[in-house]
């Protein structure tokens, strides 16, 4: 009963591992995924800005409110 016992233990203390582990990786994709979007925002306004001067205002207004 004891050997059954330790063996449950072990596949539990395994299982949360693997789980801690799961949740390190979705966190660190979910944070570089939100990292990428907000680059290619800005990345965006950036361009828009360069592009032609007529419209900076009105796109500097309506991107950084």
Do not use: C, P, R
């Amino acid at each position: 009963m004891n050997k059954k016992q330790t063996n449950e233990n072990t596949q539990s203390q395994e299982a949360a591992t693997v789980i801690a582990s799961q949740l390190a990786q979705d966190v660190k994709h979910s944070v570089l995924i939100v990292s990428v979007v907000l680059n290619l925002v800005v990345l965006t306004a950036w361009i828009a800005l360069q592009v032609t001067s007529q419209y900076d205002t009105s796109v500097a207004t309506v991107l950084f409110g």
